[in-house]
């Protein structure tokens, strides 16, 4: 994997099952383990065998899921790269589709075997639950349709991977024109705007094609699996033991109720500020005052040094995780052409290490972006000594909440980018912020709700459900003379296309770490300390216990969400 950004990594532990030297590309190195654990599955005889057995399991899973992890690593950051394509493609076509028969299978035998009730219940009573889900689910008619979804997710990546404008004489990727969205020349905004807009406004129609073949498939997945549409195949296919598509209704009437008068305010008091008779889609990230953009760094390595020291402040411990990514060029942050969207952290799974990818251009949000991300960071290392795999991932309600509690506890330290007032503005842009992505988070679920529950619609239909969810949950925002582009904003969301109703677990997320955040004003040592604590849980707890071994409640209703809400905006005015 030469596009790798990263050299040979330290593994964690010696292999026991599988072997040292193996071609994980290749189908017929591969079958042969498959072979061996189902042929002993039956031979197994003793307690400390079986768990013996599942832990060989779970060794070839993390080999397999790093493999393809790294391809699509290479593929991300090099979208016009044929040969990082190709390697990853050849995964998802050829490698993938022949595991997901092998996996159900070694699962039914787990079901099946006779030692699996002498398991220890509070060890495996998560990962009983969630072997059980998967063989509920499995549909063998499923493998190719899930392999033509992972293709046209790759698609939508290349597409918005190479999108460029020329602007003022130089070629520009559409992020790196976010830039010019927080400078004070209005006019200059408006131009940059226009331009990306303009850009993605040429692509609609291949952006609708891709998401087209995404609802048909989807949906003939759930009807495979016996559900009637794809909204509650996805609602059990990820895991939702805890929740229901009735109680994300009720999320976004809370959210309608108890943000939605909070960001009006702030979007009344932005258009007085700026002397506006009207809040235009430009004039959202400027300072409203006209002060020049937060520059908080010039080159990536400024980024990582500084957020280095913020780490060391916080904890030794921590401070020593991101250290050692660094020296391991785990992180790949600045935007680039060719590169795909958005920031990731992705999760090495037989060497224990995570990466970082993000898309840098010298933004404040690229410090919340690196802070986010490395809170999902020190989750997978605070899990490197779990040796059953399936516990080494947490659910993502948990996993976001190691990363947005980041966020905010990294928040009193954004002084080693600015002065005392730039770090005060700083903290209520991270604080508008959000406030903002709840309305965002209700407008891309609800949407989603509506698409898979009506899998027949037109695109028009399409266009008018999204343009409702945009009056509910907008604000005060003027969009005469550009309703085109308002009804097509979904088309940025990448998790809409290549992870459907993974979005809702922000805000739900949002509020286990706002609590974290209530938690740290009271007693900050304590409440990092159950912050870690938790995150060492990985998935080995069910989801409302590891909000409270966090120190918060697993509850996203009106009641919870009404608190938080009116922190944020005392916190926010506080900061004036």
Known sequence: MSLLPFGSLPAHSARRFVPTVIDLGNWDQIRPLFDQLTQRAAEVKTLAEF??????????????????ALRYIAMTCHTDSPEAEKAYLHFVEQIEPQLKPRQFELSKLYLQHPLRASL????YEVFDRDTQLRVELYREENVALETEDAKIGNEYNKLTGGLTVEFRGEEKTLVAMGRFQEDPDRALREEAWRKVVERRLREESKFDDLMDQLVALRHKMALNAGYANYRDYAFRARGRFDYTPADCERFHDAIEA?????????????????????LRPWDLAVDPLSRPALKPFTQSADLETKTQIIFDRLDSGLAAGFRQMRELRLLDLDNRKGKAPGGYQSTLSETRLPFIFMNAVGLQRDVETLLHEAGHAFHALATRDEDLYAYRGAPIEFCEVASMAMEL???????VYYTPDECRRARRVHLEGIVGVFPWIATVDAFQHWMYTHPTHTRDERR???????????GTVDWTGFESV??????????????????????????????????????????????QSALALGGSRPLPELFARAGGRFDFSRDSLKPLAERVRREWESLA
Not at 53 to 60: K, Q
């Open 409 to 415: 506890l990294a928040a009193p330290h954004l002084d």
């Open 258 to 278: 108890e943000v939605m008068p909070i960001l009006k305010t702030l979007q009344n008091r932005r258009r007085t500020e700026m002397g506006l008779t009207s």
């Open 120 to 123: 220890p219940k509070a060890r």
């Open 51 to 68: 768990e013996h057995w599942i832990l060989d399991g779970g060794e070839l899973s993390a080999a397999l899921d790093e493999e393809g």
């Open 486 to 531: 308002r009804a097509s904003l979904w088309h940025k969301q990448l998790h809409i296309f290549l992870y459907p109703f993974y979005y809702v677990e922000y805000g739900i997320a949002q509020l286990g770490a706002l609590q974290v955040w209530a938690n740290a004003a009271v007693d900050p040592a304590k409440a990092l300390a159950e912050y």
């Open 464 to 474: 008018a459900a999204w343009n409702r969810l945009m009056d509910r949950f907008a």
